[in-house]
């Protein structure tokens, strides 16, 4: 398997306020310097992914949304196009996975999971890049347990990448869920992920226990005192391994 650089980036909520701060100059920079193979985008909204797209000219975007509108939210996932995609899907974060407008009985709107299953030289990676409720606790335990539904898709067994602004921080029900599908958290050292705030994580990386990564790091560009977001970028790398000659 090659190595594979990935970055989680959970954007501003308001894509309006986003374009009258002049954000998108300022992520596309931090992309550009960045270069990963995968950028896993959390509450991007459709105007600001094709502008975005009109300079990241070396990605395709995987994604769909909740809804039809074009304020609707899309966790986009775009990947280098050197990379050989071979699925990918959105599911919903509600009892019918695969009716986006389903959602958790307590959550204050539907919450969504988009996957890519890539080939990575014969190696199969998933990588699911979701976000849950910012309001309420009960909806983000029911969309935890959904999460689990989406796992355990018979086609998503294998090696995994889960990404995301989940609100919560190391809990008992999330240490649980990391036990439960053999998964690192490789953001477990990095406290708080928005900006200007104190307290735990709230976004993470969650990587197979087999795959080795380099220690992940938090990253944001500004310019003039205007941050890309009002939350950290995160990113780590996959090493690749060698397979061993016999």
Request: proline fraction near 2%.
């Given at each position: 398997m090659k190595n594979l650089k990935i970055l989680s980036f959970p954007m501003d909520k308001n894509y309006h306020l986003v374009r009258k701060n002049k954000q998108v100059p300022i992520i596309i920079s931090l992309l550009e310097k960045e270069n990963p193979d995968i950028i896993a985008f959390q509450q991007l909204r459709l105007p600001i992914r094709d502008e975005i797209l009109t300079y990241l000219k070396d990605y395709n975007a995987w994604a769909e949304a909740r809804g039809c509108r074009k304020q609707e939210h899309f966790n986009t996932i775009l990947v280098k196009k050197n990379r050989n995609v071979t699925f990918s899907r959105l599911h919903s974060l509600g009892e019918d996975l695969g009716?986006?407008?389903?959602?958790?009985?307590?959550?204050?709107s539907t919450k969504t999971c988009n996957t890519v299953v890539l080939d990575l030289e014969g190696?199969?990676?998933?990588?699911?890049?979701?976000?849950?409720?910012?309001?309420?606790?009960?909806?983000?335990?029911?969309?935890?347990?959904?999460l689990q539904n989406i796992l355990d898709l018979s086609f998503y067994q294998g090696n995994k990448i889960i990404v995301g602004n989940f609100h919560m921080d190391m809990n008992e029900a999330f240490l649980s869920f990391l036990k439960k599908n053999k998964l690192k958290n490789a953001t477990i050292h990095l406290g708080t992920t928005k900006i200007g705030k104190e307290g735990n994580a709230t976004s993470h990386i969650l990587v197979s226990s087999d795959l080795p990564f380099l220690e992940t790091e938090k990253i944001m560009a500004s310019k003039n005192n205007v941050f890309a977001s009002s939350n950290f970028a995160l990113k780590t790398k996959i090493i690749g391994q060698k397979k061993k000659r016999y």
């Amino acid at each position: 398997m090659k190595n594979l650089k990935i970055l989680s980036f959970p954007m501003d909520k308001n894509y309006h306020l986003v374009r009258k701060n002049k954000q998108v100059p300022i992520i596309i920079s931090l992309l550009e310097k960045e270069n990963p193979d995968i950028i896993a985008f959390q509450q991007l909204r459709l105007p600001i992914r094709d502008e975005i797209l009109t300079y990241l000219k070396d990605y395709n975007a995987w994604a769909e949304a909740r809804g039809c509108r074009k304020q609707e939210h899309f966790n986009t996932i775009l990947v280098k196009k050197n990379r050989n995609v071979t699925f990918s899907r959105l599911h919903s974060l509600g009892e019918d996975l695969g009716l986006p407008s389903s959602k958790a009985r307590h959550a204050w709107s539907t919450k969504t999971c988009n996957t890519v299953v890539l080939d990575l030289e014969g190696e199969k990676l998933t990588i699911f890049n979701t976000e849950f409720d910012s309001f309420s606790k009960k909806a983000r335990y029911e969309e935890l347990n959904y999460l689990q539904n989406i796992l355990d898709l018979s086609f998503y067994q294998g090696n995994k990448i889960i990404v995301g602004n989940f609100h919560m921080d190391m809990n008992e029900a999330f240490l649980s869920f990391l036990k439960k599908n053999k998964l690192k958290n490789a953001t477990i050292h990095l406290g708080t992920t928005k900006i200007g705030k104190e307290g735990n994580a709230t976004s993470h990386i969650l990587v197979s226990s087999d795959l080795p990564f380099l220690e992940t790091e938090k990253i944001m560009a500004s310019k003039n005192n205007v941050f890309a977001s009002s939350n950290f970028a995160l990113k780590t790398k996959i090493i690749g391994q060698k397979k061993k000659r016999y």
